[in-house]
């Protein structure tokens, strides 16, 4: 398994973030997280990258705790948060770069990530310079280079032009191949083109999970399914 879930709760304070999730998803999956704001969604992938941890319960992934062995698990996993932080004033090629050297991982990693993420003709460009797709084009390139094996994207296409996201589905078709992906999203069109399971959670709870067969009965049953 490359996530393993076991009755994970957050509280802050007196708010209850999540309460007792429990999740399993398998190698090779790409998985959307629905849910209104406030879900939980965010909360859960933080738990599940080590970035916080949980008030009660366990975390694995690829075998590994996330309590016990964080920085290892930071290690077989990439990830981008919903606000996709990033030095502006920076080129591409020097940002990733950069970000390379905080992994360990040697420059010729690079052209292999601007290859996958289609940078190519902005890498000399600085990132300021970039419209929002390519910045999170950057993003995810910047989640790649240590060639993770586990991909944790939070809301990856928020804000984008149709153009836009026709151009990240297409990415994140072909980088999930040889990947897990958990993605948080609002649009259920996101999830029926890219998604084997979509798990839907409500007031930090599991309130549904679909699989290949439901979610191909497209947006508007998952519509339904979401105000339910």
Not at 14 to 34: N, Y
Not at 177 to 185: A, E, N, Y
Request: hydrophobic content about 40%; overall charge neutral; aromatic content about 4%.
């Amino acid at each position: 398994m490359s996530i393993l879930l076991t009755k994970i709760s957050k509280n802050y304070g007196a708010q209850k973030a999540l309460k007792e999730v429990s999740l399993t998803i398998k190698k090779g999956q790409i998985t959307g997280l629905l849910g209104p704001n406030g879900a939980g969604k965010s909360t859960l992938m933080k738990i599940i990258t080590g970035a916080i941890l949980p008030t009660s319960g366990t975390a694995e992934v690829n075998g590994i705790d996330v309590v016990a062995s964080p920085l290892q698990v930071q290690q077989s996993l990439g990830y981008l948060p919903e606000h996709n932080p990033q030095y502006l004033e920076l080129f591409v090629r020097e940002y990733l770069e950069y970000v390379a050297q905080i992994y360990k991982v040697g420059k010729e990693r690079i052209p292999t990530v601007i290859a996958q993420t289609v940078l190519g003709p902005e890498q000399h460009k600085k990132i300021g310079a970039l419209s929002k797709g390519y910045r999170q084009r950057v993003g995810l390139a910047a989640a790649l280079i240590p060639d993770p094996d586990v991909l944790i994207l939070d809301e990856p296409t928020t804000g984008l032009d149709p153009a836009q996201l026709i151009e990240i589905r297409a990415l994140l078709k072909n980088i999930a191949v040889d990947k897990t992906v958990l993605f948080s999203t609002h649009i259920m069109q996101e999830v029926v083109e890219l998604c084997d399971t979509a798990i839907f959670l409500t007031s930090g709870k599991i309130a549904k999970k679909c699989n290949r067969e439901e979610i191909e009965k497209g947006p508007a049953h998952l519509e339904a399914l979401f105000s339910t």
